[in-house]
């Protein structure tokens, strides 16, 4: 059927190209007809049936068509019968159009429930949290210390773990004969370096670089040859606090320990001190608190003492103030030291030091 064909009756012509859409049309308007049904059939099936439609209206109405060349047949026709030739001609076209426009909306109508229902969610599914993580119960321990000692106006300084033998022990005034110094006791490196056994380190290096006056605390991990047992760890945090101005006195000290411990345990927390020995300080105190649990009267955490034993202050030993370039003759200052891990363990009734190093998360995810 082309517009070569011009020998033949248009009629016959118009009549063939009608029976040739209709033929071709079927399957489009059953699809159509389907449309109860519609919602089975998938999108990309639907997409393809648009598209065959495209071709087929193209086929049927676009200028290559037989419906084209019966157009132009109408000129031709002779004049008598050109009226009732146009009609036809015209209705012909009506009728592709027509069928192929509701074909067409059907599924159109079809493809955007089709895209809606794809994608549809349910606002009302509970959602897929992420799995979060948390603070390590040592991390939130130091963190509330840091922060009281921030209140009352400490710097937090942080140092390296590896240190040099000055600064581990020379300058804390601890003597070559001391047992802290012996291989038994510290990790040493390469000769003259070890992993720091107190984060006193941090302190002399921030006295030589800031000078007195001073506050500050200097939180960290500390080293020290032991035998891993439940109260003991070869690897430890320690936090250690220093206070260097003039007239600084044993008054500020015990103010400054016991107003922490009342912020750390609350207002009802009672501080006591017990002469000691240190090489560093001078006098020496060993600090201990009334028990959090049972305020005194004596339990299983305080061994029924009704006090915990917590950590070692005193006053700077002038040598260590020397050594670390701030003149003893007028600056005078304390400093006091404590175990996090250790009050961790109290804190939380904890029986075995070690769980905390172990990252086994089920224990840990009980500090959430
Ligand atoms: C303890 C004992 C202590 C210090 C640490 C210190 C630091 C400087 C100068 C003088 Cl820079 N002293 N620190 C003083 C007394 C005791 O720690 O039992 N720690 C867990």
Same mark, same amino acid.
């Given at each position: 059927?082309?517009?070569?064909?011009?020998?033949?009756?248009?009629?016959? &012509?118009?009549?063939? $190209?009608?029976?040739?859409?209709? &033929?071709?049309? /079927?399957?489009?308007?059953?699809?159509?007809?389907?449309?109860?049904?519609?919602?089975?059939?998938?999108?990309?099936?639907?997409?393809?049936?648009?598209?065959?439609?495209?071709?087929?209206?193209?086929?049927?109405?676009?200028?290559?068509?037989?419906?084209?060349?019966?157009?132009?047949?109408?000129?031709?026709?002779?004049? /008598? /019968?050109?009226?009732?030739?146009?009609?036809?001609?015209?209705?012909?076209?009506?009728?592709?159009? /027509?069928?192929?426009? &509701?074909?067409?909306?059907?599924?159109?109508?079809?493809?955007?429930?089709?895209?809606?229902?794809?994608?549809?969610?349910?606002?009302?599914?509970?959602?897929?949290?992420?799995?979060?993580?948390?603070?390590?119960?040592?991390?939130?321990?130091?963190?509330?210390?840091?922060?009281?000692?921030?209140?009352?106006?400490?710097?937090?300084?942080?140092?390296?773990?590896?240190?040099?033998?000055?600064?581990?022990?020379?300058?804390?005034?601890? @003597?070559?004969?001391?047992?802290?110094?012996?291989?038994?006791?510290?990790?040493?490196?390469?000769?003259?370096?070890?992993?720091?056994? &107190?984060?006193?380190?941090?302190?002399?290096?921030?006295?030589?670089?800031?000078?007195?006056?001073?506050?500050?605390?200097?939180?960290?991990?500390?080293?020290?040859?032991?035998?891993?047992?439940?109260?003991?760890? @070869?690897?430890?945090?320690?936090?250690?606090?220093?206070?260097?101005?003039?007239?600084?006195?044993? $008054?500020?000290?015990?103010?400054?320990?016991?107003?922490?411990?009342?912020?750390?345990?609350?207002?009802?927390?009672?501080?006591?001190?017990?002469?000691?020995?240190?090489?560093?300080?001078?006098?020496?105190?060993?600090?201990?608190?009334?028990?959090?649990?049972?305020?005194?009267?004596?339990?299983?955490?305080?061994?029924?003492?009704?006090?915990?034993?917590?950590?070692?202050?005193?006053?700077?030993?002038?040598?260590?103030?020397?050594?670390?370039?701030?003149?003893?003759?007028?600056?005078?200052?304390?400093?006091?030291?404590?175990?996090?891990?250790?009050?961790?363990?109290?804190?939380?009734?904890?029986?075995?030091?070690?769980?905390?190093?172990?990252?086994?998360?089920?224990?840990?995810?009980?500090?959430?």
């Amino acid at each position: 059927m082309t517009d070569g064909q011009k020998n033949e009756d248009p009629k016959l &012509q118009v009549e063939a $190209a009608r029976k040739a859409f209709e &033929q071709e049309f /079927e399957r489009f308007a059953n699809f159509a007809d389907n449309s109860g049904s519609l919602s089975n059939v998938d999108l990309a099936r639907a997409e393809a049936e648009q598209r065959a439609l495209a071709e087929l209206r193209t086929r049927h109405l676009g200028k290559k068509s037989a419906l084209a060349a019966s157009k132009k047949m109408i000129g031709r026709v002779p004049a /008598e /019968e050109r009226a009732a030739f146009g009609q036809l001609v015209q209705q012909h076209e009506a009728e592709i159009t /027509e069928n192929i426009e &509701q074909v067409d909306a059907a599924i159109k109508r079809h493809l955007e429930s089709a895209r809606t229902t794809r994608e549809a969610l349910d606002v009302t599914l509970p959602g897929r949290r992420p799995r979060r993580g948390h603070r390590h119960p040592i991390t939130v321990v130091r963190e509330r210390i840091e922060d009281i000692f921030v209140s009352l106006g400490y710097a937090i300084e942080d140092g390296r773990e590896i240190e040099t033998d000055f600064y581990n022990f020379d300058a804390l005034n601890i @003597p070559d004969n001391h047992p802290a110094r012996a291989p038994q006791d510290t990790f040493y490196t390469t000769e003259g370096f070890a992993l720091r056994s &107190q984060t006193s380190t941090v302190q002399i290096h921030a006295m030589q670089s800031r000078g007195a006056p001073l506050r500050m605390i200097a939180p960290g991990r500390v080293f020290r040859r032991d035998t891993p047992d439940p109260t003991h760890n @070869p690897m430890f945090f320690q936090v250690e606090g220093l206070c260097v101005d003039r007239g600084i006195n044993m $008054a500020h000290l015990k103010g400054t320990v016991g107003e922490f411990l009342r912020r750390m345990f609350g207002e009802q927390t009672v501080t006591r001190f017990r002469p000691s020995y240190f090489p560093f300080t001078e006098p020496s105190a060993e600090f201990d608190f009334s028990c959090f649990k049972c305020g005194g009267t004596g339990c299983r955490i305080c061994k029924n003492s009704g006090w915990i034993e917590l950590g070692g202050s005193g006053m700077v030993h002038p040598n260590v103030l020397r050594s670390a370039g701030v003149d003893p003759e007028e600056f005078s200052g304390f400093a006091f030291g404590l175990g996090i891990d250790r009050m961790v363990a109290l804190m939380y009734g904890l029986d075995d030091i070690r769980l905390l190093f172990e990252n086994d998360v089920r224990f840990l995810e009980q500090f959430d």
